[in-house]
């Protein structure tokens, strides 16, 4: 394991959970819109996808090759394919014949929850780089 895989893996996590809140706002941004311009139907929740990304790499001592965590990625945004809410809302100019409107599937206070998971996922790779820094500096230190 390298000097700067602790700094590469954290960095990975962060980016993954910045596209993660970016999708959770999206999301809230959302939640009233009931006719979107590619589809005609109402916004579907987004979810994004992540996967651990791995490296084979050789090792000198074994001869074997060994799967190498180099952090996480985002592999795609998926949408959420649950039921439409149908709300009465028979002024709405979306209501079907029975004055039924559908509405996004996203809950406000499951996409807080979950941006609350997720802000606390990112602090806690900003907090292992200081970590990691503060290794790195008091290693120099020593060298003096």
Not at 57 to 68: C, H, K, R
Request: aromatic share 6%; glycine share 6%; charged share 20%.
């Amino acid at each position: 394991m390298g000097v700067f895989n602790a700094l590469n893996i954290s960095s990975s996590g962060l980016s993954a959970e910045r596209l993660r809140m970016d999708t959770i706002s999206s999301n809230i941004a959302n939640v009233d819109t009931t006719r979107t311009e590619e589809t005609g139907q109402p916004y579907r929740r987004k979810i994004a996808v992540f996967q651990e990304n791995l490296d084979k790499e050789l090792n000198s001592q074994t001869g074997q090759y060994e799967n190498q965590l180099k952090g996480v990625r985002a592999v795609r945004i998926v949408n959420d394919n649950s039921a439409f809410k149908q709300v009465y809302d028979p002024s709405n100019s979306d209501a079907n014949a029975d004055g039924y409107v559908s509405m996004p599937n996203v809950d406000v206070l499951n996409e807080m929850a979950d941006l609350i998971s997720s802000t606390r996922a990112y602090e806690a790779n900003v907090s292992a780089i200081g970590a990691a820094k503060s290794m790195f500096s008091s290693a120099l230190q020593i060298g003096k």
